[in-house]
């Protein structure tokens, strides 16, 4: 596992995870975007990995893909902005999320490999399940990379197990069925899955989809590890373009000032 996304969650308080999407709304922005955040408060920062059917991605990250893909971003840019990235950050965690092609088309070894060149801390891969963990997760593993799992309302103690098995880094539950940025789940569910996923892993447990302001991501804080937020800040820079990184910081801030002091 990272030791950068170790000490991110061991700074006895909870987390700020914070997404964007490379290449959004150029390569070149992005740099700007990514210091933002970290000037902001951000503890992790998920990179979005731009694909053209983002099937758990509601219409404010597609439409992030879309400004990507209109600046010509391609896998190589979003390693380039990761390698740069490295550079400016040493110590601040960098997840690429995304889809399965983008990461698999050229193999898995490339990839891993590619990530850990670039400084990569853990992936995201939404449509592989932990049933196919061997598309991917081996590689990432032996590049000492996290492969970081999702975990749903509809995750069962029966399948509980192998969601975790093979993974690091934290564990990402998804705390609506349905996609990103749309519906806020009740507060009720989410202590209870958390209390339940705590019960079963070591892992550091953050909780996203539907955290959209201070007082939300405040009150997941106080059962969670960590808190994502990603469709609020993409739709920030929607609105600015490559003037974002002001608005960004001053959104992450507000974010991280109520997530880091949620247990008062």
Request: proline residues 7%; glycine residues 10%; contains cysteine.
């Amino acid at each position: 596992m990272s030791q950068r996304l170790s000490a991110a969650f061991a700074k006895g308080r909870p987390a700020l995870v914070t997404f964007v999407t490379a290449g959004d709304p150029t390569p070149d922005a992005t740099a700007s975007i990514l210091d933002a955040l970290v000037e902001g408060g951000a503890d992790v920062i998920e990179l979005g990995m731009p694909f053209t059917d983002p099937m758990a991605d509601g219409p404010a990250i597609q439409r992030a893909n879309l400004r990507s893909f209109a600046a010509g971003t391609k896998t190589a840019d979003i390693l380039a902005i990761a390698t740069a990235f490295r550079a400016r950050h040493p110590e601040v965690p960098l997840v690429l999320m995304g889809y399965a092609n983008p990461m698999t088309i050229r193999g898995a070894d490339w990839f891993a490999a590619e990530c850990a060149k670039a400084g990569v801390d853990g992936v995201i891969c939404v449509d592989i399940p932990p049933e196919e963990d061997r598309e991917l997760g081996p590689a990432l593993r032996a590049a000492g990379i996290s492969p970081i799992r999702l975990a749903t309302p509809t995750t069962d103690a029966a399948r509980l197990p192998a969601v975790l098995d093979g993974s690091s880094g934290f564990l990402y539950y998804v705390s609506v069925a349905g996609i990103t940025g749309q519906q806020q789940a009740a507060l009720g569910s989410i202590e209870e899955a958390v209390s339940r996923l705590k019960a079963a892993t070591d892992l550091p447990v953050a909780v996203g989809f539907g955290v959209r302001t201070p007082e939300q991501a405040a009150a997941i804080a106080k059962v969670a590890s960590g808190v994502v937020v990603g469709s609020a800040l993409v739709e920030i820079v929607g609105e600015h373009g490559a003037d974002a990184a002001g608005p960004v910081r001053d959104a992450t801030r507000a974010l991280a000032d109520a997530v880091h002091g949620a247990r008062g």
